[in-house]
Structure formats: structure tokens, C-alpha cells
């Protein structure tokens, strides 16, 4: 009886239960669990081996630039004007789940793209699609498509990302077919889904990559709005590193 119960949650794609079911049954206790009991571990053990699968596959799909990175292993512990109580609501989740922006500057070094893949990690475990990109290759990316006639598909397939980090602003001035991009993209993305932007940049230089005033003031709008800003100070991370190595 029980092998043909296998069988069957093999036939239906139940790997992990068919494999917890058949463990179960070997166990010296099996006798001693309720109906209720058994089937609960078996349901479990597949209901865990999917969720890792989901997240396996966001992880590869998101492209993180530091997939391993994770809001656990945020250091607050160096001087760079960074505290778990300005990021309460970002470690929490609260700032994804409300669609909140989250902006950060730093000068180089300083922590901005593990914040931002730290994030990203949190979003993937939080079964949030999300994609990372360097807005330099993100700005190609985008040319190409639009030379491939995929510009309208691409624009709406990165508009429904439930997370898109975006790295490195600047300080080159985009060109008016790439700040017009960028445009159609936040304003696709506009309170319907959270956007990471990370620059060396402050905040208020960010209107001067836009180049034109009018884009500028539009782009910035956008982004601003809604927006978590976290602007990092302090010397580079790496020295330190290595002034601390034996």
C-alpha cells in the first residue's frame, strides 16, 4: 500500500513528500504517529523544499551583483552615518511591501551595493521577482531592445519587477534618448513598485545627470517621492578592511 502512495506522489511531482512519507514509514516510530501527524511532516517537507526552490530561482533570476549578501550581515558598527533605527522599516520589509523607493549615496567604498543587494536577498526571500542591473548596462540594455523592436515589451516587463535595483547614477550626463528611457521606466514603476537607485552622487546633484531641467524635475519627482533616503558617510570600507587584515 504505502509503495503504491509513493508511486503516486512521484506520478503527481511530490518528490519531497514521496521521499518524507517513505522516511516516515521506515522510522521505528512510525506506529506512534496520528494520520494527522503524518501527513502534516509530509506536507511540510514539500511545502519547504518548493520555497527553496522559488528562492534558488529568484536569486539566479534577480542577477545580484552580491547574492549572498543579506540584511543580517549589515555592519552598523562603522561610522557612516547608518543606524537599524533609520532602517527599521527597510530590515522589517514594510518599506518593499509599501512600495517605498529606497535611494542611497555614498562616496566609493562606503557600503552602498551590499546595502542594495542585501536588500535585493531580502526581497527575493520575501518571493518578490526582482532584478538587478549597473545603470550604465541597464541604459544598453534597454537601446538594445528598443533596436530589436522589444522597447514597449521590455518597458512593460521591467515595470511589473516587484523589486529593480538600479546602481551607480552618474556623474556622467545621460543623453536625451537615455534620460528619455530612464523616464518611461520610473514612471512605469511610479508608486506601483519599489525602485533601489545607489550613486556617489548626493541627492541633490542627482537632477544634473538628467541633463535637460524639465526631464530632470520629472525623473526626480518620481523617485523622491515616497522615498527612503539613506546617505552614507565615512572613508572607504576597503581601507579599513585592509588596515585591519594581519
Not at 91 to 104: D, F, Q, R, V
Not at 217 to 228: L, V
Amino acid at each position: 500500500m504505502i509503495q503504491a502512495t509513493l508511486d503516486k506522489l512521484s506520478d503527481m511531482k511530490l518528490y519531497a513528500m514521496a521521499e518524507k512519507a517513505k522516511e516516515l514509514n521506515e522510522s521505528p516510530n512510525a506506529s506512534n504517529l496520528e494520520p494527522v501527524q503524518f501527513l502534516s511532516f509530509c506536507v511540510d517537507a514539500e511545502h519547504h523544499k518548493r520555497k527553496q526552490s522559488r528562492l534558488r530561482r529568484l536569486l539566479k533570476n534577480a542577477r545580484i551583483k552580491f547574492s549572498t549578501a543579506s540584511i543580517e550581515e549589515i555592519d552598523f558598527k562603522q561610522h557612516r552615518n547608518l543606524t537599524k533605527e533609520s532602517m527599521g522599516d527597510i530590515i522589517s520589509g514594510t518599506a518593499l511591501e509599501n512600495k517605498c523607493n529606497i535611494l542611497i549615496s555614498g562616496s566609493t567604498g562606503v557600503g552602498k551595493s551590499f546595502i542594495s543587494c542585501a536588500i535585493a536577498n531580502l526581497a527575493c526571500r520575501k518571493n518578490l521577482p526582482t532584478q538587478y542591473f549597473r545603470i550604465s548596462r541597464f541604459l544598453e540594455y534597454m537601446a538594445a531592445q528598443k533596436a530589436l523592436g522589444q522597447y514597449l515589451k521590455t518597458i512593460e516587463k521591467i515595470g511589473s519587477l516587484k523589486l529593480l535595483v538600479l546602481e551607480d547614477l552618474g556623474p556622467d550626463v545621460m543623453t536625451a534618448e537615455q534620460r528619455n528611457m530612464f523616464m518611461e521606466v520610473i514612471e512605469e514603476r511610479y508608486l506601483v513598485w519599489p525602485t533601489i537607485i545607489t550613486s556617489q552622487l548626493p541627492f541633490e546633484q542627482w537632477y544634473d545627470v538628467f541633463g535637460d531641467q524639465t526631464v530632470a524635475d520629472a525623473i526626480c519627482d518620481r523617485i523622491f517621492h515616497n522615498a527612503k533616503k539613506l546617505r552614507l558617510e565615512g572613508d572607504s570600507m576597503r581601507k579599513s578592511n585592509r588596515r585591519s587584515a594581519p
